[in-house]
C-alpha cells in the first residue's frame, strides 16, 4: 500500500464501510495517509504577540476582576491556528498572568506541570510546597505536578509573568487532577532560599531521593544563568543553529527541568545570524533582552524584549541579532525524548 494515497472508494467498499460503521468499525486504509504523515503536519502556525499590547490589556483586566475572584488572573496566549483550545502549540499552553501590589493568587495543586517566566515588575512571591521565593525579571520558576502553589505581591507595582504549562499533553492522557486548599495561602514552613541552598550549589543531600521527576530547584535565577552565558561567550564557540544554548538541568539526574517540559536560555551576540534548523518539538520563544528577527517558515517576525512567538513543528527556523539578544524558550522536548520522537535536522555542519 502506498504511504500517502488512499485507495479508490468504490460502491462496494461505501457500502460495507457504512455497514461496519455502524457498530464503531473503521477501514484503516481509509485512514492511514492521515493518521501515520510522512512528515510531522499541524494546525499550529507561527505568531508573534508584542509586550506593550499585551501588557495594556492585562492591565485592563485587572479593573475588571480580582486575581482571587478570577483564580488566576490570566490571558491565555491562543495559537490563531487552535483558536478556542486554550493552546498555544499542540502540546503546550501559555498565558499572561498580572498579579496586583497586594493581591493573593489563592493556593491550588493540580497533575500539570508549570513554568513562570517573570517579565514586568519585581519582588512578588511564588510559594511552592511551603516555601517562597522572590521573582525578578527573567527568572524561571517551576511548579512541579501537584504541588501547592500561590503567588503574592508585597511589592508597589503589578508583576506579570509567562505561564508555560502542558495542560494540552495532561489532557492528551485523561490525567488531569485538581484542588483547591480550604486556606488563600499556603503556611510557610521553610526559609526564604533553602531549595537554592540545598539543591542549587552544585551539592545535593546525601540519599536525597524527592520521589519528585522535576528538579528541586524551583527558582532559576536569570541573574546566574546570564553570568554564566556571559563569562562563556569569551570562548568564541557560536553553535551555527543556536548560538550559545543552554538547557535548564535538574540536578538529581540531569535531565530537563521538568518532567515534560524543556526549557532553554541562548545568547545570540550582536549581529549574529543563525543557519536554519527545524526540529519536532513546536518552541515558544521569549527574548528577554536585545533585538533580532527569526524566520520561522519563510515569515520574518521582528521582536524585542518580553515580545513572545511560537514556532511549530518542523518548520525551518532561522535567528538573526541586531543587538546582542537573550531568548528564553520552552517546548515539550522533555517528553518527546523520553518516548523516542524528538528530532531535529540542521542546515548546517
Ligand atoms: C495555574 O495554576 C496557574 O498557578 C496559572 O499561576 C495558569 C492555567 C491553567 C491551569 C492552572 C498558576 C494556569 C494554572
Known amino acids: 500500500m502506498s504511504m500517502t494515497e488512499k485507495p479508490a472508494e468504490t460502491p462496494e467498499r461505501l457500502a460495507f464501510y457504512e455497514k461496519i460503521g455502524r457498530e464503531a468499525y473503521t477501514p484503516l486504509w481509509s485512514v492511514f495517509a492521515e493518521l501515520v504523515t510522512r512528515e510531522p503536519k499541524s494546525r499550529c502556525v507561527p505568531h508573534l504577540w508584542r ?18 475572584e478570577a483564580e488566576r488572573r490570566v490571558l491565555i496566549l491562543e495559537n490563531p491556528g487552535m483558536r478556542g483550545e486554550s493552546k498555544i502549540t499542540t502540546s503546550l499552553y501559555a498565558g499572561l498572568q498580572l498579579v496586583l501590589p497586594g493581591e493573593i493568587a489563592p493556593a491550588h495543586r493540580h497533575s500539570q506541570t508549570a513554568l513562570r517566566f517573570v517579565l514586568d515588575g519585581d519582588g512578588a512571591y511564588t510559594a511552592v510546597d511551603g516555601e517562597r521565593t522572590i521573582m525578578h525579571y527573567g527568572d524561571f520558576v517551576i511548579t512541579p505536578p501537584w504541588a501547592w502553589h500561590d ?3 508585597d511589592s508597589d507595582a503589578p508583576m506579570i509573568w509567562l ?5 494540552p499533553m495532561t489532557s492528551f492522557f485523561d490525567a488531569s487532577f485538581a484542588e483547591g486548599n480550604t486556606a488563600e495561602e499556603q503556611s510557610v514552613s521553610r526559609p526564604l532560599g533553602d531549595s537554592d541552598a540545598r539543591y542549587g550549589a552544585n551539592l545535593l543531600p546525601v540519599d536525597f531521593d524527592s520521589g519528585v521527576r522535576a ?3 524551583f527558582n532559576y535565577p536569570y541573574e546566574r544563568s546570564r553570568d554564566a552565558l556571559e ?10 543553529c543556536h548560538g550559545l544554548k543552554m538547557r535548564y538541568v535538574n540536578p538529581v539526574d540531569g535531565g530537563f527541568a521538568m518532567p515534560t517540559m524543556a526549557t532553554f536560555l541562548q545568547l545570540l551576540p550582536k549581529g549574529f545570524a543563525t543557519a536554519r534548523y527545524r526540529s519536532t518539538d513546536a518552541t515558544v520563544f521569549v527574548p528577554v533582552e536585545g533585538r533580532g528577527r527569526t524566520t520561522i517558515d519563510g515569515e520574518v517576525f521582528a521582536w524585542g524584549p518580553r515580545d513572545i512567538f511560537v514556532a511549530p513543528s518542523w518548520k525551518w527556523i532561522e535567528h538573526a541579532a541586531d543587538e546582542d539578544a537573550v531568548l528564553f524558550s520552552y517546548s515539550d522536548r522533555a517528553a518527546q525524548q523520553k518516548l523516542g520522537l524528538w528530532r531535529e535536522q540542521r542546515d548546517a555542519p
Open 151 to 153: 503567588h503574592g505581591n
Open 163 to 167: 505561564d508555560g504549562l502542558d495542560i
Open 215 to 217: 528538579s528541586p530547584i
Open 231 to 240: 563569562r562563556m561567550r569569551a570562548q568564541d564557540e557560536w553553535d551555527s
Open 51 to 68: 509586550f506593550d499590547q499585551a501588557r495594556e490589556w492585562l492591565l485592563e483586566a485587572g479593573g475588571l476582576i480580582t486575581a482571587k
